[in-house]
């Protein structure tokens, strides 16, 4: 029986659908309330409200639990592989053996990126931040690929989500490359997506590149880790802006710069930096747990809450084992590191950590598994956006499939009322 909520103002009453998910989550259907009522909601944040229903991703922050396509996150990390858990996420279900490896080889058909490429990544200085190159050159893929997939043909569909998967990484690893003044070089067809990524990040030209197992292990893992996390700030960008029928490239630049910022992708980076600074200061963490917890300082334990996990995150628990033995077999010794451990075992057991629920999130320890892989620091949000590509691509195609409306919200005006023009000689 389907249930209604009924709102009462000023005495008039107005019923609503209520619907319910499938893991029994219930949202009051307010879509018809401004018709009914000339009202509208407001929630800033969207903090409760739901902009879709998805079949991608389940997320319950309280119980801890995340799943895709109902694939727990612990099963996935443990047993899959990114370019099985990208499949999963994008279409639905597992790859049998054969379209798995069929996946594989036809991004390999898309993994030359355009030279003329390389005249727009050239024209940034060595100084700019790998984030705001990769959002440019996402966007840039857009002048090289004009025409819009259809998505409602399923072989164009899959052909630009191959497309995407292969140029994305390799445009990824070409910001580092500028920065660091090496050649840009090519994806080897021949070596996995995640190998990929250390050759085309490390590899020089002067000498063979030697791959380490627990690196590529640790890297893939990561990788299912942020593979899709519903509706969070860059994947409600990539929606939103994609709602407008703009093409995938496009919105994933915007989901890119969503990203980009400190309260979410951009946590990891500064993660690291608070770290650095600690350091350089004499190491003493209990003064920035002072600091994070005073409230006349806006400086905050970076790495350490969530908006919805109000219990632990679930991947940060993975995360942390797999810190552990990154650290523990490439034999990592690093004062950052211990002053990382110091401040996790004092925020656990602090009053106002514990009382508010702020936990240590998946950025605190990937910047940790980043920094002993030597991926620089200012890289690491593009880490987490080649882990979220196929999150971006999954609700995207999603968004478009259920021919969602386009996003625009309302807002209540508290601006000044109707008043007249004053000439600028009598203002
Ligand atoms: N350090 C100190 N205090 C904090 C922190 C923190 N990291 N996070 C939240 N708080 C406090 C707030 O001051 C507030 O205290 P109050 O109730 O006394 O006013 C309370 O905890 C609730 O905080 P909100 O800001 O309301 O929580 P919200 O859900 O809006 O924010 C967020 C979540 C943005 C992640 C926040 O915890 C934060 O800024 N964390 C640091 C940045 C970070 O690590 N971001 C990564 C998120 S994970 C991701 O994007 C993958």
């Not at 690291?272 to 963490?285: F, P, V």
């Not at 021919?403 to 600028?424: A, C, N, W």
Request: proline share 5%.
């Amino acid at each position: 029986m389907s249930k209604t909520a009924i709102l009462e103002v000023n005495s008039e009453k107005f019923e609503l659908p209520m619907v319910t998910g499938s893991e029994n989550e219930v949202a009051i259907d307010i879509s018809k309330l401004r018709d009914l009522s000339g009202m509208i909601t407001l929630d800033p944040g969207y903090k409760n409200s739901g902009s879709c229903t998805s079949e991608i991703t389940f997320l319950d922050g309280e119980l801890g639990i995340l799943r895709y396509r109902g694939y727990s996150i612990e099963d996935l990390a443990e047993k899959g592989h990114f370019l099985e858990v990208s499949y999963l996420v994008i279409f639905g279900e597992l790859p049998t053996a054969s379209q798995l490896e069929q996946f594989e080889k036809d991004i390999t058909r898309y993994t030359l990126v355009n030279e003329e490429m390389k005249s727009i990544i050239d024209g940034f200085p060595k100084t700019a931040h790998p984030m705001g190159v990769l959002s440019a050159l996402t966007s840039a893929l857009t002048a090289f690929n004009p025409r819009s997939v259809n998505v409602e043909n399923e072989k164009e569909m899959y052909e630009a989500v191959c497309k995407t998967m292969a140029k994305f990484m390799v445009i990824a690893t070409w910001t580092y490359r500028k920065s660091m003044g090496y050649p840009l070089n090519y994806y080897d067809n021949t070596k996995g997506y995640v190998e990929n990524f250390m050759r085309l990040m490390f590899e020089l030209p002067t000498e063979p590149y030697k791959q380490n197992p627990i690196v590529i292990n640790a890297l893939d893992k990561l990788f299912i880790l942020h593979a899709d996390h519903e509706q969070n700030c860059s994947t409600s960008t990539v929606r939103m802006v994609g709602s407008s029928h703009a093409g995938l490239f496009a919105s994933i630049s915007a989901g890119v710069s969503a990203l980009w910022g400190p309260l979410h992708g951009g946590a990891n980076q500064a993660v690291l930096e608070m770290l650095e600074e600690i350091h350089r200061t004499g190491g003493d963490a209990d003064k920035y747990l002072a600091k994070a917890k005073d409230k006349n300082d806006p400086f905050r334990l970076m790495g350490f809450g969530h908006r919805v996990y109000k219990n632990f995150d679930p991947r940060a628990k993975i995360i942390k084992k797999a810190a552990d033995e990154v650290l523990s077999t490439l034999g990592v010794n690093d004062p950052i590191l211990a002053i990382a451990k110091k401040l996790e075992e004092s925020a656990l057991v602090d009053e106002y950590f514990v009382s508010r629920q702020l936990y240590p999130n998946v950025d605190f320890y990937s910047g940790i598994i980043y920094r002993a892989l030597g991926i620089p620091t200012d890289m690491f949000t593009v880490m987490f956006a080649i882990g979220r590509l196929p999150g971006w691509i999954a609700q995207w195609k999603e968004m478009r499939e259920n021919k969602e409306p386009i996003g625009r919200p309302r807002q209540i005006y508290t601006g000044h009322p109707l008043r007249d023009f004053v000439t600028s000689e009598k203002r």
